[in-house]
Each structure stands twice: as C-alpha cells, then as structure tokens.
C-alpha cells in the first residue's frame, strides 16, 4: 500500500536552534518527493522538490535529502527563525496511477523565542 | 506576476446544498489541481486538469467534479453537500501537468463550513 509518513507530529524549539523532520513513504514506482511549508491559513508553498537520482537539495535555510533506496527524505533546518512556525508537509508523487499523489500528514512545527 | 487566486474565500452552506468554487491560475499556466484539507484527513488529491482535459483523479465520490476552461480557470462542483464536506479547498496552478517534476503555486484556498 502507498503511503507516506512523518515524524514527528509536533515539534518545538527554540529561534536559533537547527531541526530535522523525518518522511518515509512506501509509494511504488517513485517519481518525486515534494516538502511544502504552510503557515497557518494559507495555502501551502513549495520548498524543494527531488527526483530519484537527486538526493540532496537546499532552499536558503531549508535542506532537503532523499534516500531513493530506504525510501526516506528528511528536511533540516538551520538556525531556525520565529518565521519558520509552519506545518512542513511531504508529498510522493508516483510515475503511474491516475491517483499518484500521497501525501504526508504534516510535522507542526513551532519556533518559540 | 499574480498568484492563484480562488473565489470565494469563506463560503458557509447547508447540507443538501451545492456549491461552487473557483481559481483563476497564475498566468500562463495550464495545469490545475483541486485539494481538499481536513484537520482529520489532511491534504488529500481530488483532481487536476490540463488543457481542459482531466489528467488525474483521487478517490473522491461523484459528488465532486471540476473543469477546466480554456483560459486554465477552473471551477469545482459539490453536489449534495455533507457534513463532511467542510474543509479548506486549495487549487494549485503549474506551468505543465503536475505529474511532471514541476512546482505547482497554491492558492489561499477557499474555506467551506456545510452546516
């Protein structure tokens, strides 16, 4: 069965502090892996998208990584800053299927002063 | 370059009723994509279109349907509303069809309470 997972559902940290959330997914064949960042009632805006063969890609302070063959992507960010308050959603997006798309629950995360 | 914008952006309903929305993508672009975002559910896929032509769809009852026009705006029905139905509707516009590695811009969504 396809599916993606988070880790962990919330998380709390200090401005300053660097932080990594975790995305396993078991979607099959694998085309891309997408890390959205939504802040609270808007929509979500990308951050990094990666294909199998990429398995490292930066946006400023955000790094995202994919293990193709663990099936695992993280997002690490540095010095984190009271702006980075968000739900961090990962996306796997599958090469076949009319339905291709399986998205992660989110990871909450919370910069606190 | 204006953004993906949707109409409206709070709607409140009753159950039994239809409704439907809006989103006029960023210029230029003609791949559309519908979401539905609950608390409980999350993000989940309902459609995209391209060219006016249906490219993928998730599993979503009948109920829910969409189009494309050929300008790329793109309109989403629900039918016979449920109480389950209430959510944050987001459309998500890309240059090419979101099943290529493409970023897709979303919109600020449109939030429907069904009463």
């Known amino acids: 069965k396809n599916q993606v997972e988070q880790s962990p559902q919330s998380l709390i940290i200090l401005e300053g502090k660097n932080c990594t959330l975790q995305?396993?997914?078991?979607?099959?064949?694998?085309?891309?892996l997408r890390w959205y960042k939504q802040d609270t009632g808007r929509g979500p805006v990308s951050l990094t998208i990666?294909?199998?063969?990429?398995n490292t890609k930066s946006n400023g302070r955000y790094t995202a990584t994919l293990d193709a063959d663990t099936k695992q992507s993280s997002l690490h960010i540095t010095a984190s800053q009271l702006s980075d308050s968000a739900s961090y959603i990962c996306?796997?997006?599958?090469?076949?299927?009319?339905?291709?798309?399986?998205f992660g629950t989110g990871t909450r995360l919370t910069v606190i002063p | 370059k204006a953004g993906v914008t949707q109409t409206p952006r709070y709607l409140i309903k009753t159950r039994g009723q239809q409704v439907t929305l809006s989103c006029s993508p960023i210029?230029?672009?003609?791949?559309v994509s519908w979401y539905q975002q609950t608390p409980g559910q999350g993000l989940q896929f309902l459609f995209e279109?391209?060219?006016?032509?249906?490219?993928n769809k998730g599993n979503f009852p009948g109920r829910f349907s969409g189009r494309q026009f050929s300008n790329s705006r793109s309109e989403m029905n629900v039918s016979t509303l449920e109480l389950g139905d209430s959510a944050l509707y987001l459309c998500?516009?890309?240059?090419?069809?979101?099943?290529?590695?493409?970023?897709?811009?979303f919109g600020p969504g449109t939030r429907l309470t069904v009463l």
């Open positions: 998500a516009s890309s240059p090419m069809s979101g099943g290529a590695v493409d970023t897709q811009y």
């Open positions: 995305c396993n997914y078991t979607v099959s064949p694998f085309s891309n």
């Open positions: 990666m294909t199998f063969s990429e």
């Open positions: 996306v796997v997006t599958a090469l076949t299927g009319a339905n291709n798309l399986f």
């Open positions: 210029s230029g672009h003609r791949s």
């Open positions: 279109y391209f060219s006016e032509t249906q490219r």
